[in-house]
């Protein structure tokens, strides 16, 4: 299904408490241009709300800078572990927070519909998924961090079934 | 066991993403003086974002208002239901947030902790705690949203916890 076409920005986020990846994709016309890409690395050291803040801070200071006006995410398996449940929702009730105080178009994709967009096949293996992308974007490596680039695939989802 | 008392003004929440209970006490020597208490209604019908951005806005400006300096919740039970976790983790994400933004003191404490600080007995009943509140605060009445004198609780025995 084509999606409503009001953005231009997307910040996409495969969120963790240890290791965020992100990416920021432009689209222009048909054309999806790479802004910047990678993965915040938060200590674990560090107290749950003190990563908050540092994943908060870090994510206006990109949608300030790239005026982004979109905010890609993967719909979340809910799996057994209670516990990596209220974790993931510390990081995503942020992000809803975020998306609603910037005004973000917020658009969510399960990982079936992530895999599917990209390689037309909605099981498709993690590393077709990453040829597809080094494919796509020929500065990725393969030694790029798999956060970094799951976030990618949610954004490129989102930015290609918008055109 | 006795907290560190370098707070006077504190927040305490009973989250929920319909109805969440609130209270803000203030400690003046031995004294405990309730200052505010209630309910925060949010409809169901609004998104999450929106409803995490009205929490978000409540919270902080019941912090500047009371010059509130500690933020008290109760620990989550872990159950079974990965989706209400998840729902759950959305609220004490941004409580996270909002306590790193404004430097307040966060403290969490268990529903047996709690009640064990306000009745002597770490299994009483909810009728129990609620007549110890309305014996300390007369403005409490029965019919008081239970969301409300859950979140009282909490800040209580926090209160009474740093004397």
Redesign the interface.
């Known amino acids: 299904m084509k999606i409503n076409n009001n953005f231009d920005v997307i910040l996409s986020i495969d969120p963790g408490l240890v290791s965020c990846g992100f990416s920021v994709l432009k689209k222009q016309g048909e054309n999806v241009f790479l802004l910047e890409y990678g993965v915040l690395k938060m200590r674990s050291s560090q107290s749950?709300?003190?990563r908050?803040?540092q994943f908060?801070t870090f994510c206006q200071e990109k949608i300030s800078l790239y005026q982004i006006n979109c905010l890609a995410l993967e719909t979340?398996f809910?799996?057994?572990?209670?516990?990596s449940?209220?974790?993931?929702?510390?990081?995503?009730?942020?992000l809803?927070?975020i998306?609603?105080?910037n005004n973000l178009r917020?658009l969510e994709f399960s990982p079936c519909e992530v895999k599917s967009t990209l390689t037309g096949y909605g099981f498709a293996q993690k590393e077709q998924v990453a040829r597809f992308l080094m494919k796509l974007f020929p500065t990725i490596s393969a030694s790029t961090k798999l956060d970094a680039t799951d976030a990618l695939a949610v954004g490129l989802c989102c930015a290609m079934r918008s055109f």
Do not use: E
């Not at 449940?85 to 942020?94: D, N, Q, S, T």
């Open positions: 749950v709300p003190d908050l803040g908060y979340p809910l799996g057994k572990n209670a516990s449940f209220l974790k993931l929702g510390y990081l995503r009730g942020v809803y927070l998306s609603n105080l917020l």
